[in-house]
């Protein structure tokens, strides 16, 4: 049986572990008591892993990282992405880890964003971060089989809550954005008609919270387009 690391040593290589994927673009992270995660960790033997790991990105660092090495021609470029550098994260931890997101049978990462205070509501239906603002993708969710101090929790209020104009609301040309949330179908019409919704989405460029963490413009294309295609999947389904 290996001895495990002193606690210095474990710290420091989580510390790396996890410095190595936010290079890669995973740049916002979280630890927290996976107590704290009990009812949407339903199933789960919570006892035996004492921290969750949270993980998304924002900004444009994991895009350009992937335009840099010709990742953007591979199927499905930002999933492998991911997988392929957490993957190589969860081997360099020096603790036991398994991945509820993604996963075969993935837990509600949205809310795990929740109770991080990440994602407030927002009349986007998108969950807004104190700081990013409607700029951060959920990539992973990894359960820790040993105590790591927390981080990168959030404890702000909802920037939504002292926004007065609400310009996410009067941006939005086919008017699917409302203050009590999102109308999906509308939203979707008018991104299915070939507008400029198509590619972009002037609700959530209107949005004035983190606009340091804003997307490329071709990498808001490229998550709109594949937004585009689950929709239309999920429609066809609904009408057969």
């Not at 359960?143 to 809550?161: D, M, Q």
Request: net charge neutral.
């Amino acid at each position: 049986m290996s001895t495990p690391p002193d606690p210095d040593e474990a710290a420091r290589r989580v510390d790396a572990a996890l410095l190595a994927v936010k290079a890669a673009g995973l740049n916002v992270q979280a630890v927290m008591d996976s107590s704290k995660a009990t009812e949407v960790l339903d199933g789960l033997d919570v006892g035996s892993w004492p921290s969750l790991l949270l993980l998304g990105s924002t900004g444009p660092t994991m895009w350009e990282s992937m335009l840099s090495v010709g990742w953007m021609s591979r199927p499905d470029p930002v999933d492998s992405w991911c997988a392929a550098h957490l993957s190589r994260m969860r081997q360099a931890l020096p603790m036991r880890a398994v991945f509820v997101f993604p996963s075969r049978a993935p837990v509600d990462v949205l809310a795990l964003g929740r109770l991080a205070g990440w994602a407030h509501p927002s009349p986007m239906g998108l969950g807004i971060h104190p700081r990013h603002g409607l700029w951060v993708g959920y990539r992973g969710a990894v359960l820790l089989g040993a105590h790591v101090a927390e981080r990168g929790l959030r404890t702000e209020p909802s920037p939504c809550e002292s926004c007065v104009e609400k310009p996410c609301i009067s941006a939005c040309p086919g008017g699917a954005v409302q203050v009590d949330g999102l109308t999906l179908a509308t939203c979707f019409a008018q991104r299915l008609a070939s507008t400029a919704c198509t590619t972009s989405c002037a609700s959530r460029r209107a949005c004035p919270v983190g606009d340091g963490s804003r997307y490329p413009a071709a990498q808001l294309a490229h998550h709109q387009a594949s937004g585009n295609r689950l929709y239309r999947a999920y429609a066809e389904a609904a009408d057969s």
